[in-house]
């Protein structure tokens, strides 16, 4: 069984982009039943903005990942880059330092796949 980590690099200039990484990672647990953790990075924590224009796709998006018990995190300092805050973002998306996770998901096993 794979280990994945879905990052989610891309920002509001490619919607396409965005969907895609969120139907990645739960068709990866349901159709090849892998571990898989997502993460937004880089300019792709905009699409955890509920603020933003498409915040209802995103919100059912993310509760997707929820319900298959894919953990959800965000880059604090990708998140200070693009001017979000915590009130910002979605509820229930944990906080990290992306370099920090994304060396540890490595450190155990996980392929990194980005979007």
Do not use: W
């Amino acid at each position: 069984m794979a280990k994945i980590l879905v990052m989610l690099i891309t920002g509001k200039e490619n919607i396409n982009s965005e969907m895609v990484s969120f139907n990645f990672a739960i068709n990866a647990v349901k159709n090849a039943r892998s571990t898989v953790e997502f993460m937004f990075l880089g300019r792709g924590v905009q699409a955890a903005n509920k603020k933003q224009k498409s915040s209802p796709q995103f919100m059912d998006q993310i509760e997707g990942l929820k319900k298959l018990s894919i953990p959800v995190k965000i880059c604090e300092v990708s998140m200070a880059g693009e001017g979000l805050t915590k009130d910002d973002i979605f509820p229930g998306i944990e906080m990290v330092y992306g370099g920090v996770e994304a060396d540890a998901r490595i450190q155990d096993g996980y392929s990194v796949i980005t979007f």
